[in-house]
């Protein structure tokens, strides 16, 4: 933070706040200083300066953009600016709560409003600290003795009924940061989960990313599971000890963002497109796993075979060539996918060493059949263990000709 503060000191456009106000780090750049966590993230909250004016002071040292002039922030990228992120540059604010979801609150940002009040209105004690430009810190609510302690409370008791989101924000904080959850914070997240349904799929799937990519996920899944958050969200009841075996022997098995959210969504993509509003590519990859999973139980005794697995492990792939990577997928599925190599068995069927036109140049079939027969091909090699080998399947395909036209 301190490396921070000198580049800040030195940047004309901070300067000329300075002389008219003052000016405060807040957010996880504070946060994760006193952790000893990397931070890109650069938030400043600037007091006894109106918005408006801070945008002119800053115009002429770099770039302004009033992207959120109705919560009071700007967006200020200086002059050979060398950080990833602009700078967020915000006045003090106070939130009623007047509605429904993350948008129903009565905003009303004031420059003269103390630190403080500022810092009341944010989620958790360990997210209320700042620190001025001269490394006085500024810390109300014991944030930094919760850091220490690795505590996530939060700072009001409305917190979760006012902004339901932060109920995730607060499992997710816990999995990254490998801290408790105040046991009065987790009681209000068990009071207020049904809440969480008014919260957009998109900015759950925003805070579901973070646990994935940033936390301990076993953690993550567990807390969403514990708390009830993710039946609320899904609608899933686990109905016996059964079901949450199996919960807890997929939560091992994650590997993939694909195999996250299969746990997440109980393998259903459509769930996973409708409530969370999820991309389209990751949604292929729950579905393939699903494929794997439902085709592998519906062998019967008599099919329990490398061909049979090769054969599943092949029309998984054809539904997502993420599934690949998975660790979602049956064992067996799973071991004859890794001898899908595109040579000796093909991944997919272009693969295969033959194609339409090679069948058509044979002048034996319709041109309607040539699907069946590659078919017939791809069946021989997976199957038969006959090699990928052009010269060898049109053969086989000549001797079979009666086979494919009946």
């Known amino acids: 933070m301190k490396e921070i503060i000198e580049i800040l000191k030195k940047e004309d456009g901070i300067k000329s706040l300075l002389a008219k106000g003052k000016v405060f780090l807040v957010g996880g750049l504070v946060r994760d200083s006193f952790i000893g966590k ?51 540059i915000a006045i003090p604010r106070t939130e009623t709560k007047i509605g429904e979801g993350h948008k129903g609150f009565e905003v009303v940002a004031d420059p003269e409003l103390p630190i403080e009040t500022d810092l009341f209105r944010r989620d958790f004690t360990i997210n209320a600290i700042a620190c001025d430009l001269d490394g006085n810190i500024i810390d109300p609510f014991n944030g930094i003795g919760d850091l220490n302690s690795g505590i996530i409370r939060m700072v009001n008791p409305d917190a979760f009924a006012d902004d339901p989101l932060r109920m995730l924000r607060c499992i997710q904080f816990s999995s990254r940061f490998g801290f408790k959850i105040e046991e009065t914070t987790w009681n209000s997240i068990l009071e207020n989960q049904m809440k969480i349904r008014s919260i957009s799929g998109e900015r759950i799937l925003e805070e579901m ?34 079901d949450d075996d199996s919960l807890e022997l997929m939560i091992n098995n994650i590997k993939t963002r694909e195999d996250f959210y299969a746990v997440i969504c109980s ?12 991309d389209a590519t990751t949604a292929k990859g729950i579905k393939a796993i699903k494929f794997a999973f439902d085709n592998f139980a519906a062998l019967g005794p008599n099919m329990m075979s490398e061909p049979h697995h090769r054969m599943i492990a092949f029309e998984s792939i054809k539904v997502s060539e993420s599934i690949i990577d998975s660790m979602m997928i049956p064992g067996m ?3 004859a996918m890794l001898t899908l190599d595109g040579i000796t068995f093909p991944r997919t069927r272009k693969d295969l060493a033959i194609n339409g036109e090679d069948v058509k140049a044979l002048n034996l079939f319709k041109e309607k059949d040539t699907g069946k027969v590659i078919q017939l091909a791809l069946q021989t090699v997976m199957f038969e263990d006959a090699p990928n080998d052009k010269d060898i399947l049109l053969e086989i395909i000549k001797r079979n000709k009666l086979k494919v036209l009946s």
């Open 333 to 335: 599925v799973r071991r």
């Open 38 to 88: 990397e931070s890109k993230d650069v938030d400043l909250l600037v007091t006894n300066i109106p918005l408006s004016n801070i945008a002119e002071i800053l115009k002429p040292f770099g770039r302004v953009d009033e992207v959120g002039e109705s919560f009071g922030v700007v967006k200020f990228t200086p002059t050979n600016w060398s950080m990833d992120e602009p700078i967020d």
């Open 267 to 278: 393998s259903n993509h459509e769930v996973f497109k409708t409530t969370l509003k999820g």
């Open 209 to 242: 990313d973070k646990i994935f990519f940033k936390g301990d996920i076993k953690l993550g899944l567990q807390l969403l599971e514990s708390s009830g958050l993710r039946k609320c969200i899904f609608k899933h009841v686990n109905k016996d000890k059964k």
